[in-house]
């Protein structure tokens, strides 16, 4: 007898570990740059040079990026900046089971803040969070059928299972060219620039999938102009295309998240030689996971009337989709400017990052606590302060409804935001509202009893000569007609052709002829 069995993909995360680090350090202002007044803000990235795995530990290289926008009051041109680095090597503890895997690594920049030691020198400060997951990609092996002899009796049932279709990194390259309208003047150098990433859609195809998004971008430049010496310019750039996913179907269910890895900006002249064109080039992270919903029958039990068969079983853990959800929310808030600010003259640009304190589950929902954090750049009315910033927070509640999740669950909520939008009340009061997105994905881990491996021994005869060859049989509560057969020695057909039954269904209280099918074999 053989047993024929079938390979489930799965995923798990085998081991985590978070890491907080605090990067400080002090930066003079280099001799080609005028004296710092007043720092306007700042802004900061993180770069992931090296991953290298150890002995049960993670050493992670990269560099804190920064670029500092500051107010200098006896220049002629009163607004600068200043870039630089600081670069981190850290070291993770992970299980040692863990040492040799390929990790994934992701951060998340908590606090940077920047601070006036003197007119020449400025004090950096960051608090930068880690978050490594080594994640296992493995096959269930299950037994779905038995080959053997004709008189091998086996029953299989149904189950529903979350089968990991593809599960891989990719990158999605963007370039473009940004050429300034014509009111605006030629871009002398970059002061101050940001790049996003919003309204993010993806469609899965055969072998494929097609990805469609935009670009927000915001820059503060120095022009040419001796009127306007300092201008910005804010446009979004949509992009679409499609990435390479063999095996993939439209009729899967995605969970592909975006991350900006790298992004580039660099000033070059149009066809009249002036330098009115921007160069964008922009790499996209795609973490790639596609699943796909399955209801395999799996064996259940076997038994043979002629042999004694033993089934070796084994709990095994299968993880079930329960549900994908993208639900947005819409909220709204004022940010008044403290008194120590000048007042607001016109805004410039604002940013967004939503950042999530708490998560409750109850019963097939999800409490979703965080926050907005909104940086406001603006034009003021104070001339000896002409540009300035403000910061806000804005508290947010929201409950995110899953049916079908349950105590248990292992659930991931992914948060975006999709819109920002500020507006001037007055010259002292802001009106921000955004458009937020809480990406939910919840998943069951279901234990099932699977057959392994069947062992295979001859029949006690003395056992069953000892048996009646004929039985009279009341049927009692919760007995299977498959049951009864494997009790008996004999087959459900053998006793539905004895019996006169159309199909397996018996009640308690019928009463039943079973004739002992290994009697014709002794």
């Known amino acids: 007898m053989e047993l024929i069995k079938k390979n489930i993909h799965m995923n798990k995360l085998r081991c985590k570990s978070t890491l907080q680090l605090t990067l400080d350090d002090d930066f003079n202002v280099p001799d080609v740059k005028p004296d710092i007044d007043q720092i306007i803000t700042e802004q900061g990235e993180i770069k992931i040079n090296d991953i290298k795995s150890m002995n049960g530990k ?22 600068h900046n200043i870039s630089g680095e600081i670069p981190f090597d850290e070291v993770i503890n ?20 920047t601070g006036l030691i003197n007119s020449r020198k400025l004090s950096v400060k960051s608090i930068i969070r880690l978050f490594v997951g080594v994640e296992d990609l493995y096959d269930e092996e299950t037994a779905v059928m038995v080959e053997g002899p004709e ?16 599960n891989k990194k990719d990158t999605f390259r963007i370039k473009d060219e940004i050429t300034m309208p014509s009111n605006k003047g030629n871009v002398s150098s970059l002061l101050f620039k940001d790049i996003g990433l919003s309204n993010v859609e993806v469609r899965l195809l055969d072998d494929k999938f097609s990805i469609k998004g935009e670009l927000p971008i915001f820059i503060l430049y120095t022009s ?66 596609v699943y796909e919903v399955e209801e395999p029958e799996i064996l259940c039990d076997v038994y ?24 947005k929310y819409r909220i709204a808030d004022r940010i008044m400017v403290p008194e120590n600010q000048p007042k607001i003259l016109q805004i410039c640009h604002a940013k967004g990052d939503i950042k999530i304190d708490d998560i409750v589950p109850e019963d097939t929902e999800l409490h979703v606590e965080g926050v907005i954090e909104v940086n406001i750049l603006y034009i003021s009315e104070d001339d000896s302060r002409p540009m300035n910033s403000l910061k ?56 099932e009893s699977i057959i392994t491996d069947i062992e295979v021994a001859d029949l006690d005869m003395e056992k069953l000569q000892a048996m009646p060859g004929i039985i009279g049989y009341i049927v009692k509560n919760n007995d299977t007609l498959w049951k009864i057969a494997k009790k008996y020695y004999t ?20 009463k039943l002829i079973i004739m002992k099918k290994v009697d014709t074999i002794l």
């Open 224 to 289: 040419d102009a001796e009127e306007n010496p300092m201008e910005y310019y804010e446009t979004d750039i949509v992009f679409s295309g499609t990435v390479d996913c063999n095996g993939c179907t439209e009729d899967m269910i995605e969970d592909i998240s975006f991350g900006i890895i790298s992004k580039s900006l660099e000033i070059k002249p149009d066809s009249d030689g002036e330098d009115r064109v921007l160069d964008l080039e922009v790499i996209l992270e795609l973490g790639i996971k």
């Open 58 to 79: 993670l050493i992670v290289k990269g560099v804190l990026g920064f670029n500092v926008l500051y107010l200098s009051a006896g220049d002629q041109r009163p607004i």
């Open 392 to 447: 806000g927070i804005i508290p947010f509640s929201q409950v995110v409804e899953l049916k079908g999740m349950k105590p248990g669950s292992n659930y991931e909520i992914k948060p975006y935001i999709d819109q920002l939008s500020v507006m001037m009340l007055d010259s002292e009061e802001i009106e921000v509202k955004t458009s937020i997105n809480l990406n939910a994905i919840v998943f069951d881990m279901i234990t």
């Open 151 to 166: 008189d091998v009796q086996s029953i299989n049932k149904k189950i529903e299972i979350t089968n990991v279709a593809i």
């Open 94 to 113: 992970m299980d040692i089971t863990c040492a040799d895997d390929d990790p994934t690594v992701k951060w998340d920049l908590e606090d940077l803040s």
């Open 491 to 510: 087959t459900m057909d053998s006793i539905m052709d004895i019996n006169e039954l159309s199909d397996d269904r018996i009640s308690e209280g019928d």
């Open 304 to 327: 043979c009337p002629t042999k004694e068969i033993t089934p070796v079983i084994r709990e095994a853990t299968y993880e079930n989709l329960v549900i994908k959800n993208n639900s």
